[in-house]
């Protein structure tokens, strides 16, 4: 019996001793601990993500209002700049202002959606009051509301004062906190200068020539005096165009609204986590000041600590400790947040969001999957002696029946041996079923455990050779389905598997692997069915992939969806196109590409800021969306523009019935602005014809895209269709490079003249040198010009314009067609100037006459700043002068007026025309000229045709006039006429 027994129990103990340490020494509990780590830091990231987004893109987008305070604190500064200079002691001057700041100030809290902004005016050197530990008092504003996500008041009602002078408290009708006061009151309290007061206000100062923007600064969290409710700010410097720094603007959240935001619960069941948003100040290893912590794990083991140092786990990776000790505690990953750019003042301070949660919680799964695993070996021990005892006992001769008893025993249920009348064998036959019980409640408990997991698995086994199988409890369960496992054969497993069929929806046939997409009461499940061939077995595994499936068709929607407008993007509306092209006219049949572009939504942009431009954009993609045909394809291409491809009609007239609607319907839609001014969608359209004008997918955007183009040159606000003829025509003129150059080596141009009237005398003080082309085959100015600019002979137009227009013009004056003193005005080629050599011969030839010249520039000569001034050096070398061309056309603005050094401007002909009955042209031109005059600029107004356009311009107060109403340009100098000269001498008197 000793030679049966000792064996058996060592092979007992051999098998039990392997078993622990395969699942205790094989590293198995210490994965479940860092996958635990690696959810908890995926999940961090996830709301860091989202916070860092807030931060950047919302929070503190401050652009219009500290645009709007910068206008206010200039004009100030100009009517009053006693007062600006001591506007912190000043109390007039900065309650202008600061009224002037409190509508923005109000707007930043309903835009931006946060608890806060503030004011702060100050001129003085504040590091110096810090260094002498003298600190005053600053006036300013700071509103809160405590619930931004709440709908706004009309009347402010929600907005309480904290820092706010009574009068303006009194104007606004906005309540005051408990611990209100009329200013920032440092000096009474002799408080130290808050860090969202100091430190942009002293970066702006030692870093003047960085953008704004480069300036801002998020500070810690903070809480005014007399106030309990603590908060972090983000800041920026308030600086005029002359450098000179007043103060800062800024907004606030509190910390009770980021808890709101960075919600704890999500890192654990228990909500016994934490969320901590640290600031930390130089190197990676030094400690974090806490500047929000959300969840009571952090404040349980480490009390109310507002700082910490963190140190990486020695035992977990992407983990860290809290004061490089183990603990009760474990952090995630330090995930930082990009706040600042490189080589900015603050590109030190970085914040970061770590996750804190107790390990207890983090490890509770590992554990008891732990202390169930420790219960089934000792008890699978426990059993197995036993049985080993039991059967060195009984161990008898009929071993041949109960090993065939055994065999054909069914694996799904424990062992039931039949009685062979011998006690012995009976007994050992017992405990075999005694044996296989134990087995099966250990698996039926490692199967609960199992099913504890928070993925769904099931598995299933086909011995062909012994013609057996097996399937774990919770198989068909996988799939939702509520079959029965009991006694289920291979061939009834095959017949139940078949009716999931229908529902794979991918296969791989090479790594027979399943995808099943089956649909429940509620929402589809995803299940992904693993089978392996091994010999004479097959072993299937079936999981829930539910939600990787969704996180991934999240991510596949947002690659092919424009996040702004839900439609599809550039990427998918080609994919679409393509496969649509593919499958050809079939499909297709009479098919339109209509490309539209939006009008004025750079207005929109700059007059009601970007949310207002991407509501016009979102308007307009719904509107596209819900008034195009079901079938068609409607995508956003780029910021303006979009793409609605109609197809599957037998005919054009069918679609051009469906544009036809749809452009009438989005004629009606409009966009409320803050004034409740309805503001109209307006939109110009391109339409390209499939297979009229092409079969091929790339030209028939460029056609859509020529058709756009004509009709913006006709007016905004329609659409028209492709014409083949102009198509060809504007080819033609771009293919017309002989005639060009014949143009350029006969000289064939001449230059007619424009008398510009001064408004004072009545006579003519200049004249414009105006080209006329001389071939019949490139009739005009912009043909021209087109063509030089394709073949890269901008130069040699240049190069014509100064020395033919001279010429010309020096005859004329030798006739004593024109007076001398007479100036010319010429235009210059924008980004085109003369080389060293032909300024020489230019200078030679017309030595005398160069202090006669206004060179002419526009907007688009603002992007070559040193060629810009090249220009005005030389004029000033010359004794010439500067005029800035077609102001108000949109092609120049104010940037331009800025950066050159003009004495003269010329208001565009189309602010010009009809100005006598519209107040709005009236009113912008009398600004300009206001402006002008300021800066000791001459105004022009061009495109004058009627005597009640030149009564408006003069009494606005223009020095000059041009324009048919007193002559056409022309070859040959004619007289004004005398009597519109009277005219215009008795509207001066």
């Not at 050197?125 to 996500?149: F, Q």
């Not at 106030?227 to 983000?234: F, P, Q």
């Not at 069915?529 to 072993?539: A, C, G, P, R, Y």
């Amino acid at each position: 019996m000793k030679r049966i027994l000792v064996p058996l129990l060592l092979l007992v103990i051999l098998q039990v001793a392997v078993l622990t340490g395969l699942l205790f020494g094989g590293g198995v509990m210490k994965r479940l601990n860092q996958n635990s780590v690696d959810i908890i830091n995926e999940r961090v990231i996830n709301r860091k993500n989202y916070i860092e987004d807030e931060m950047l893109k919302r929070w503190s987008n401050l652009d219009s209002a500290l645009e709007s305070v910068n206008q206010s604190a200039q004009k100030l500064k100009k009517e009053d700049p006693e007062g600006f200079r001591k506007i912190q002691s000043n109390s007039s001057a900065s309650i202008k202002l600061l009224d002037k700041s409190t509508e923005e100030l109000i707007a930043l809290i309903r835009q931006n959606m946060v608890t806060g902004a503030f004011i702060v005016l100050n001129t003085d050197d504040l590091s110096a009051d810090k260094k002498a530990g003298k600190y005053k008092n600053k006036p300013g504003i700071c509103i809160r509301d405590y619930d931004p996500v709440a709908a706004p008041s009309e009347n402010n009602t929600d907005l309480l004062a904290e820092r706010m002078p009574s009068e303006l408290v009194r104007k606004w009708k906005i309540g005051m906190d408990t611990g209100w006061n009329s200013g920032f009151g440092f000096g009474d309290s002799q408080t130290s200068y808050y860090s969202f007061l100091y430190e942009p206000y002293m970066a702006a100062k030692e870093n003047p020539d960085l953008k704004t923007s480069d300036l801002g600064y998020w500070s810690p969290s903070y809480t005014l005096k007399d106030n309990t409710s603590e908060v972090i700010s983000y800041s920026v410097p308030l600086r005029l165009e002359d450098g000179t720094v007043y103060g800062v603007l800024g907004v606030e959240l509190s910390t009770d609204y980021l808890k709101k935001l960075i919600s704890f619960n999500e890192l654990s069941e228990n909500k016994t986590s934490a969320y901590i948003l640290g600031v930390q100040e130089g190197k990676k290893t030094d400690p974090f000041q806490n500047a929000m912590v959300s969840g009571p794990a952090y404040s349980m083991y480490m009390k109310q600590s507002k700082s910490m140092r963190l140190n990486a786990s020695e035992d977990y990776n992407n983990a860290y400790t809290i004061g490089g000790q183990d603990s009760d505690i474990l952090c995630s990953d330090i995930h930082y947040l990009k706040l600042y750019n490189t080589n900015t003042p603050f590109a030190d301070y970085k914040w970061a969001l770590i996750g804190v949660v107790p390990t207890d919680q983090l490890f509770a799964f590992s554990n008891k999957f732990s202390r169930t695993l420790v219960i089934v070996v000792a008890a699978l021990f426990i059993v197995s002696v036993i049985g080993v005892l039991v059967v060195s006992i009984l161990i008898t001769r009929p071993v041949i029946s109960l090993a065939s008893d055994v065999k054909n025993s069914d694996p799904n249920r424990p062992i039931v041996l039949s009685k062979t009348g011998i006690n012995e064998l009976d007994e050992l036959g017992g405990s075999f079923e005694k044996l296989s019980s134990a087995v099966f409640e250990s698996a039926r408990k490692f199967a609960q455990i199992l099913r504890m997991a928070s993925i769904k698995i099931g598995g299933f086994e086909i011995d062909k050779k012994e013609n057996r199988f097996f399937m774990t409890e919770d198989f068909f369960s996988v799939f939702h389905c509520d079959k029965k496992w009991d006694n289920m054969s291979t061939e009834e497993f095959s017949e139940s598997m078949h009716q999931f069929a229908p529902y794979v929806s991918r296969v791989n046939e090479q790594d027979h692997i399943y995808i099943f997409e089956i649909p429940t009461e509620k929402d589809p499940v995803w299940i992904r069915l693993s089978i392996q061939f091994e010999d004479d077995k097959i072993v299937g595994l079936a999981e829930d992939i539910t939600k990787e499936t969704l996180e991934l068709k999240k991510m596949e929607y947002e690659r092919d969806y424009d996040l702004l407008t839900n439609i599809l993007n550039r990427r998918a509306f080609n994919a679409r196109l393509d496969q649509l092209f593919h499958e050809g006219e079939g499909v297709l049949k009479k098919a339109a590409l209509m490309m539209i572009d939006l009008d004025n939504l750079k207005f929109l942009n700059d007059t009601y800021g970007h949310d207002f431009g991407d509501k016009y954009i979102q308007k307009t993609a719904a509107g596209l969306k819900n008034y195009s045909p079901e079938s068609s394809v409607v995508a956003r291409m780029s910021g303006d523009e979009f793409f609605v491809f109609f197809y599957g009609y037998d005919t054009k007239d069918e679609i051009r019935r469906e544009i036809k609607q749809c452009w009438s319907r989005m004629d009606e839609e409009y966009l409320e602005l803050p004034n409740k001014q309805k503001f109209r969608l307006r939109m110009s359209g391109g339409i390209a014809w499939y297979p009229d004008n092409t079969t091929d997918y790339t030209m028939l955007i460029k056609y859509a895209d020529f058709a756009m183009y004509k009709v913006k040159k006709r007016g905004k606000g329609r659409y028209g269709e492709f014409d083949s003829e102009s198509y060809v025509e504007d080819a033609y003129l771009l293919q017309n490079k002989e005639e060009l150059n014949h143009l350029i080596e006969e000289e064939l141009i001449e230059y007619y003249f424009q008398p510009i009237i001064d408004v004072a005398t009545g006579e003519t003080f200049a004249f414009e040198a105006l080209m006329r082309s001389r071939l019949d085959s490139i009739p005009t100015v912009y043909e021209i010009l087109s063509l030089a600019k394709q073949e890269s002979k901008l130069y040699e137009i240049e190069r014509l314009t100064w020395f033919k227009s001279m010429e010309s013009f020096v005859e004329l004056m030798h006739s004593n067609a024109v007076k001398k003193g007479t100036r010319i005005f010429i235009n210059s080629i924008p980004n085109q100037d003369l080389d060293e050599k032909d300024v020489e011969w230019f200078e030679f030839q017309y030595g005398e006459y160069l202090d006669l010249i206004v060179q002419e520039i526009t907007e688009e000569e603002r992007g070559n700043r040193r060629m810009q001034a090249k220009k005005e050096e030389r004029m000033r070398r010359w004794g010439g002068s500067i005029a800035i061309d077609d102001y108000g056309s949109g092609y120049n603005n104010e940037h331009l007026l800025l950066s050159v050094s003009a004495q003269y401007l010329k208001i565009d002909m189309k602010i010009i025309r009809d100005i006598h009955i519209d107040h709005n042209k009236q009113q912008i031109v009398k600004n300009i000229i206001y402006y002008a005059h300021e800066r000791q600029i001459k105004i022009i107004a061009e495109g004058v045709e009627t005597y009640e356009e030149m009564q408006t311009v003069v009494r606005l107060g223009a020095d000059y006039i041009q324009g048919y109403y007193f002559a056409k340009p022309s070859l040959l100098i004619q007289d004004i006429d005398e009597q519109k000269k009277k005219k215009l001498l008795e509207l001066r008197r």
